[in-house]
Structure formats: structure tokens, C-alpha cells
């Protein structure tokens, strides 16, 4: 019987290129929720996230809504670009195939459960 842990750790040690990318994904999903007064506490979540990110030490600690909120705009746009490659021709199909590689890449190796 596999027994869940009472406390998980959200510390992540994210690569200069991985913090790039979710720094530049936060951004642009500010920019989406900004106008939108329902999603204040994503904005706000996610401007933490961008502080956490740019602030230079190696270990990054998320709160356990950062990493909620992280995890479930990061399924979406994987979904998303899945369903755009999908749909697309060659030359974008291999545009959209990176940036669906790279975030489902940051998803398997920090936040799979």
C-alpha cells in the first residue's frame, strides 16, 4: 500500500535556460489574466514566481498555489501546442514542436507526480 508523504517540498533547482522559459511563460500569462480582475491571485502568483525566478540563488521555493497554478497553466499550453502541431504544416508543426518539447520537458522532470 503506497502511503502519500504529509509534507512535499517545493524546491526546484531550475537550469539558467529553464528559468528563462518559465520567466518568459509567467510573463506572457500576466500579460493574458492582467485585465481580467477574476484572476488577480494567478497574476499575483505568478509575479512571485518571476521574483523567485530572477532572484539569483540556485534553489527555488515555490509555495504550494505557485506550484498549483505553475503546473496547471503549464498542462494547458502543452495541451494547446499539442493540439496546434497537430493541426498545423511542416514548418510550423516544427515551430511548435520545440516549445512543446521544452515545457513538457520542465514538466516530466520537476513536476510529475
Request: aromatic residues 16%; positive net charge.
Amino acid at each position: 500500500m503506497k502511503r502519500n508523504k504529509l509534507f512535499k517540498s517545493y524546491i526546484y533547482d531550475f537550469d539558467k535556460n529553464e528559468r528563462k522559459l518559465l520567466t518568459t511563460f509567467c510573463n506572457q500569462a500576466i500579460k493574458q489574466m492582467q485585465t481580467d480582475s477574476r484572476f488577480y491571485a494567478d497574476v499575483k502568483a505568478f509575479q512571485s514566481i518571476i521574483s523567485k525566478l530572477g532572484n539569483g540563488l540556485e534553489d527555488v521555493k515555490l509555495t504550494k498555489d505557485e506550484r498549483t497554478r505553475l503546473v496547471l497553466q503549464l498542462k494547458e499550453n502543452v495541451k494547446f501546442l499539442k493540439l496546434k502541431m497537430e493541426k498545423s504544416w511542416f514548418l510550423k508543426k516544427w515551430l511548435y514542436k520545440s516549445m512543446f518539447n521544452q515545457y513538457n520537458n520542465i514538466l516530466s522532470n520537476y513536476f510529475e507526480e
